[in-house]
């Protein structure tokens, strides 16, 4: 009888302790499968049940991180860190994998010393195409947008040079054509002043000069009395003489007494 109830309370101790030692905890909720680019951080988390002693990350087998329930996360590595939940349920741990690398692909464990279906996932990392893409876009743009602004640049340049070329050639030509106009008048004005005093021969006399000098002056009669008487005898042996057309000469003209202009 003492045998039997010693077999009987056994179990029970045993039950009693196994939850003390560890062998009770289960992973509730494992990590899931991942795909990041190359230089991206992931993270994985991790939830167990009340009762839990240590819980380990690893990558690839090879562990990265290791929480203690009495101590908290120990890390080994600064890409590697963690963050820790309790709740109601259980215990969450959050693995954070920062600046990936194609290396980190693999298998990502979390293990609690005790085998579980559901206590791994995978990390797939992909290299970063799109930033040497954007870098190249980026560089194929630049050029570009340089290539346009200095063909602007170069056509407004060609712009302003012909035109000051056309203002400088217009003006120049307003400038000739002054001094010709100018020049012309100069011109005008000499040869008016030529006209008006140029060389005189000084034994020229006018015509109208030398006639007035040779043609008599008429002298004044002095004044007649009104009443005068006049024999008849007077009248009758008097007769009116007749008077004679005179007769102009012509005198030639000495050619010392000719006026000559010379325009020069």
């Known amino acids: 009888m003492e045998r039997f109830q010693k077999f009987i309370l056994l179990p029970l101790i045993l039950t009693a302790l196994l939850p003390g030692l560890g062998f009770c905890y289960s992973i509730i909720n494992g990590p899931t499968n991942a795909t990041v680019l190359a230089g991206s951080e992931v993270r994985f988390t991790c939830t167990v049940s009340v009762g839990w002693v240590i819980l380990i990350w690893l990558s690839n087998g090879n562990p990265v991180l290791t929480v203690i329930n009495s101590q908290g996360a120990v890390e080994t590595s600064d ?114 002043n030529r006209q008006r005093h140029g060389s005189e021969n000084q034994g020229y006399i006018p015509e109208e000069l030398w006639n007035t000098e040779q043609i008599p002056r008429i002298t004044s009669l002095p004044p007649m009395s009104s009443k005068f008487t006049v024999s008849a005898a007077d009248l009758q042996s008097s007769s009116v003489p007749k008077v ?21």
């Open 79 to 192: 890409r590697f860190t963690s963050r820790n939940y309790t709740s109601s349920i259980g215990f969450t741990s959050e693995l954070i994998i920062r600046d990936t690398q194609l290396s980190d692909s693999g298998k990502i464990e979390c293990s609690i010393q005790q085998p579980s279906e559901n206590n791994f996932a995978f990390l797939s990392v992909q290299e970063n195409d799109y930033s040497e893409d954007s870098r190249s876009t980026w560089v194929i743009v630049l050029a570009v947008v340089l290539s346009v602004v200095g063909i602007i640049l170069l056509i407004i340049i060609v712009v302003v040079v012909v035109r000051c070329c056309c203002l400088k050639k217009k003006g120049s030509t307003y400038q000739n054509e002054i001094r010709k106009v100018s020049t012309e008048k100069k011109k005008d004005g000499n040869l008016e």
């Open 244 to 264: 004679q057309p005179q007769r102009r000469t012509d005198y030639p003209i000495s050619p010392k007494k000719i006026r000559n202009v010379t325009l020069v």
